[in-house]
């Protein structure tokens, strides 16, 4: 299995970006799907998750600005950023839980991450 994120770059404060993760490979099903984001010596903070009902949940710091969405039948996800602000500069990772063709299991996949800089 593939997360490959996409739409990560460059924007001034207030601005907007949308994130994209494809994921590819023998799925099953996609049950959860996050977002999640690393700045240089933190630890990776969860910003968004969604189900594959739809029920989303986000972290208080981007709530109201960021909207969590997904195409289930193109196994993808979005994060529309708005009003961002510089603290939201970071890696964002895409993060699926996957049941594979053929298994039972359930497992955990990351993207490589796409960076995000908010900066005027």
């Known amino acids: 299995v593939q997360l490959v994120e996409s739409g990560g770059g460059l924007v001034q404060p207030g601005g907007s970006l949308r994130l994209s993760c494809a994921a590819s490979g023998s799925i099953f099903s996609i049950n959860a799907m996050g977002w999640y984001r690393r700045t240089p010596g933190k630890e990776r903070e969860l910003v968004a998750t969604?189900?594959?009902?739809?029920?989303?949940n986000y972290a208080d710091s981007v709530k109201g600005r960021f909207t969590i969405s997904r195409d289930n039948a193109k196994n993808t996800m979005y994060l529309q950023m708005n009003s961002l602000k510089p603290e939201d500069t970071a890696v964002y990772y895409c993060?699926?839980?996957?049941?594979?063709?053929?298994?039972?299991?359930?497992?955990?996949?990351w993207g490589q991450g796409t960076q995000v800089a908010v900066s005027s």
């Open positions: 969604a189900t594959s009902g739809g029920i989303a």
């Open positions: 993060n699926a839980d996957v049941t594979l063709q053929g298994s039972r299991y359930v497992r955990g996949y």
